[in-house]
């Protein structure tokens, strides 16, 4: 029996669309597809319309309890990053956030924000071998500009307060755009 070509293509697609049907082999192949979409750096917003925080009173917890203000990144560059363990794109741009992190930590305040239980992100940030601090909200952010509605959704600042970068969805973080913007602001 010969398969034609058409028959092969079609039993292909059905095979795909049964692997993300089977919640095993879904989350796998959307992170593998979005890690694709995350090779792309994320745009830097135009100077004339930059939107500007000028209320950074936030009180968040570390995944130790510990509390912590985001008061304490005023006048700071600063990036705020709004994910979950669970979410695909969020899970395939966190490699390009750590190597980020790990050569600017000492000189940016990287706020990595998740609503879920301690011991869920404890538990994520170990199996990944993650090393960035993760926060916790303790109340509703009180900065508008920070209403997210779909993560991952992140916001560089640089120490005035102006979202430089403003992307929803995965990207490349450790890209040399992101890296020239974040060294052009420290400058500043």
């Known amino acids: 029996m ?3 070509k058409k028959q092969r293509n079609n039993i292909i697609f059905l095979v795909i669309i049964a692997l993300i ?22 745009s830097i917003e135009d100077e ?11 009180k968040l917890k570390d995944i130790n309890g510990n509390t912590y203000n985001f008061n304490q990144s005023e006048g700071k560059v600063v990036l705020v990053n709004f ?3 669970w979410c695909p794109p969020c899970i395939a741009e966190m490699p390009s956030m750590q190597e980020l992190y790990n050569d ?4 940016v305040d990287f706020v990595f924000v998740s609503d879920e239980k301690q011991d869920v992100l404890k538990s994520f ?36 307060g102006n979202i430089i970068i403003d992307k929803s969805g995965a ?6 755009t992101v890296r020239d913007k974040i060294d052009a602001l420290l400058l500043e």
């Open 2 to 4: 010969n398969i034609t």
């Open 21 to 42: 049907l089977i919640p095993q082999t879904r989350q796998p192949i959307q992170i593998v597809l979005h890690k694709g979409l995350a090779l792309f750096s994320p």
């Open 48 to 58: 004339s319309e930059l939107k500007t925080i000028t209320n950074y009173n936030w």
């Open 83 to 85: 994910w979950a363990t």
């Open 104 to 107: 600017y930590s000492d000189k």
């Open 125 to 160: 940030l170990s199996k990944k071998n993650y090393s960035f601090d993760v926060y916790m909200p303790s109340e509703a952010p009180q900065i508008k500009l920070f209403e997210v509605r779909s993560i991952p959704r992140t916001f560089l600042l640089n120490k005035r």
């Open 171 to 176: 990207a490349n973080w450790n890209s040399d």
